[in-house]
């Protein structure tokens, strides 16, 4: 019997202990959610969205309970947690909104009389999804999903599992019908042996290099279909005419935020050597300036790191920069006792180290020079990874032709890289494939058919 223990990571201290499902338990819950399916997949556009909005609605209206959920067991602090639980319901109205228009039957001009698409649901759909954004992640799947008339089932983080039940009764009090999204509590073993169940028609997950492979193998041994998001190191690449301010300030925003635990923060700040001490300094200042302390006080900035591990493997990676040569400007694991990991800034950093090849999840700020636009885009794009990009310039026409030599699944010029229920999230190389949100992203788990007509 494999037993899930859940921890306040700022305390320590245990929350709950859970019993994870076993085979015959997770057979008998597919088939409840095949059935829900049926059901579920013949109702119309407009049906579907009415309990959609009514979701919407309670995730405002339960808002400071939900944050409170997740920064007791993932720590972040509760303002960020409170714009997440607003972001989803935002994802809801826009889902409930706009779905109609995306699913709507699709002409093509042919030889035949008339020849059409329709967009008609897979079926179940199986989302393994992370601890980071415990419930923008889960939704950010299982809005679209289920508007296409598909059903869901959930395998969460273990060290949130409270917030995946808390998702499912909220589908559940929405007015969804029972089962059509249904989390399970199970290990890895089980999870192999639901992705090989003929009732599961596709794969989604969002985590690590190392479990999206493990998770495409296993899907392509049953033919499924796989959405994969496996993380990135983002270069952030600042010019000589930016703002320097605003660079400063939202570079500092989108590595710190969630204590650098985002998949699409910045982690490469790639800077041009006209402005590169500045940038520096004034990066330096910002992150001298962060409080680190309780969650759950409306005063603290940054919270713990999610688990002691996590930890662990940050400071090892800057540990091991700093001895090829990297130069630690401030913050390291001297200046925060656990379970934090101080607000870090290293420089001199080049290829070879692992803060350059790796992706960091945490808390630290890179900082690489570049003698000119050119070089900074290829070190932008010498990662394995492919996820997002800023650039920083006031020369548009400069950023635009950049823009199109990075390799990445999104650009954001002059601002913060970040998801956005209307446009397509996701990236190559080894962040992964597919696509989320936006129209692109509703289609994914869909049988795209083709009508002709003589």
């Not at 909104?97 to 179940?124: N, R, V």
């Not at 300030?249 to 650098?260: H, K, T």
Request: overall charge negative; proline content about 5%; glycine content about 6%.
């Amino acid at each position: 019997m494999n037993i899930f223990t859940t921890h306040n990571p700022y305390t320590g201290k245990t929350l709950e202990h859970y019993t994870a499902l076993d085979k015959k338990a997770v057979d008998e819950s597919i088939l409840a959610v095949e059935a829900s399916f049926r059901k579920w997949s013949t109702r119309s556009i407009t049906e579907r969205s009415k309990p959609m909005f009514v979701l919407a609605g309670l995730l405002r209206k339960k808002k400071l309970l939900l944050a409170e959920l997740i920064t007791l067991e993932m720590g972040k602090p509760m303002e960020e947690s409170k714009a997440e639980i607003e972001k989803c319901a935002w994802l809801c109205d826009y889902y409930a909104a706009h779905a109609g228009d995306m699913l709507a039957q699709e002409s093509i001009k042919t030889d035949a009389k008339e020849s059409y698409l329709e967009f008609e649901p897979m079926g179940i759909i199986y989302a393994i999804m992370p601890w980071n954004f415990p419930f923008w992640q889960v939704l950010r799947a299982a809005v679209p999903t289920i508007m296409a008339g598909n059903a869901m089932v959930l395998k969460h983080a273990p060290n949130v599992i409270a917030c995946a039940e808390a998702i499912e009764k909220l589908f559940i009090e929405a007015g969804f019908p029972q089962q059509l999204m249904l989390n399970l509590v199970i290990d890895h073993n089980t999870s192999d042996y639901l992705i090989s169940k003929k009732e599961i028609r596709g794969v989604t997950l969002t985590g690590s290099l190392k479990a999206g492979q493990a998770v495409a193998m296993q899907a392509a041994k049953h033919i499924k279909k796989v959405v994969l998001e496996l993380g990135g190191s983002d270069p952030f690449i600042v010019l000589k005419d930016a703002d320097l301010d605003r660079a400063c300030s939202v570079g500092v925003q989108s590595r710190m935020l969630n204590a650098g635990q985002v998949c699409i923060a910045a982690k490469r700040f790639i800077v041009v050597e006209a402005i590169y001490d500045d940038f520096v300094e004034q990066h330096k200042k910002y992150l001298e300036n962060i409080s680190l302390g309780d969650p759950m006080d409306p005063a603290t900035q940054m919270g713990p790191l999610a688990r002691p591990d996590l930890r662990a493997s940050i400071e090892k990676q800057v540990d091991e920069s700093i001895q090829m040569g990297a130069r630690l400007i401030c913050g390291g694991k001297e200046q925060a006792k656990p379970p934090f990991f101080s607000p870090t800034l290293l420089t001199d950093v080049s290829k070879g180290m692992p803060v350059y090849d790796e992706e960091t999840f945490g808390p630290v700020s890179v900082v690489i020079k570049a003698r000119d636009e050119q070089e900074a885009i290829q070190i932008a794009n010498d990662s394995p990874f492919g996820l997002g990009c800023s650039i920083w310039t006031d020369d548009l026409p400069m950023a635009r032709q950049l823009a199109s030599q990075v390799e990445s699944g999104a650009v954001f010029i002059n601002g913060m890289t970040k998801s956005d229920p209307r446009l397509p999230f996701g990236g190559i190389k080894e962040s992964g494939y597919g696509r989320e949100l936006g129209s692109y992203g509703i289609k994914e788990f869909l049988n795209i058919k083709t009508i002709w007509i003589a």
